[in-house]
T-cell receptor
Framework: AQSVTQLDSQVPVFEEAPVELRCNYS??????LFWYVQYPNQGLQLLLK??????LVKGINGFEAEFNKSQTSFHLRKPSVHISDTAEYFC????????????FGKGTKLSVKP | DSGVTQTPKHLITATGQRVTLRCSPR?????VYWYQQSLDQGLQFLIQ???????AKGNILERFSAQQFPDLHSELNLSSLELGDSALYFC????????????FGEGSRLTVL
């Protein structure tokens, strides 16, 4: 069975500081990995995805994530956050080769303070 | 704007009642997914349809059912509602040529009193 664990439910950080949101996955098969963002009162939108190739993936709004197979992790990073990055971030996985649903973690609320 | 439209945005009803949530996917997308988001369970996959056929089933209760119509819109029917069914229900769609991205609607917030 697949599962995704987001290690922090809330991450407060000051504006212009770096941030890392942690995600670990568990699966008996290879997976694709995703990060989605949910702004208040909105649906989720894709930040970035790892399908294959380079383990360092760059996404929108200056975010990047690194796939680490040995540690089964896919942590999300940004070197300098803005107030507008305040949102909930979801890590998700999908069995490689399937075209079905994503399994989501419980989310991390990022709160950026001035 | 993701291009996925969900109605209604908000719905308040009583226990024991039945409601229908509607979703119009992005133009051309054949797959529709339903997710339930609650504070305690997070985002839970309910069911997926592809071009009118059920493709995958997740943690969907027997009181819940869904279908996808020939025009590709989908409906999620929730019956014998309980307090615990209060949640945000999201619909998402994906491209026919799979890219790994789901496009989410803004959700339907259901409150059961």
């Amino acid at each position: 069975a697949q599962s995704v664990t987001q290690l922090d439910s809330q991450v407060p950080v000051f504006e212009e500081a770096p941030v890392e949101l942690r995600c670990n996955y568990s699966s008996s098969v290879s997976v694709y990995l995703f990060w989605y963002v949910q702004y208040p009162n909105q649906g989720l939108q894709l930040l970035l995805k790892y399908l294959s190739g380079s383990t360092l993936v760059k996404g929108i709004n200056g975010f990047e994530a690194e796939f680490n197979k040995s540690q089964t992790s896919f942590h999300l990073r940004k070197p300098s956050v803005h107030i507008s990055d305040t949102a909930e971030y979801f890590c998700a996985s999908q069995p490689r080769g399937s075209q079905g649903n994503l399994i989501f973690g419980k989310g991390t609320k990022l709160s950026v303070k001035p | 704007d993701s291009g996925v439209t969900q109605t209604p945005k908000h719905l308040i009803t009583a226990t024991g009642q039945r409601v229908t949530l509607r979703c119009s996917p992005r133009s051309g997308d054949l797959s529709v997914y339903w997710y339930q988001q609650s504070l305690d369970q997070g985002l839970q996959f309910l069911i997926q349809y592809y071009n009118g056929e059920e493709r995958a089933k997740g943690n969907i209760l027997e009181r819940f059912s869904a279908q996808q119509f020939p025009d590709l819109h989908s409906e999620l029917n929730l019956s014998s509602l309980e307090l615990g069914d209060s949640a945000l229900y999201f619909c998402a769609s994906s491209e026919t040529g799979w890219t790994g991205e789901l496009f989410f609607g803004e959700g339907s917030r259901l409150t059961v009193l």
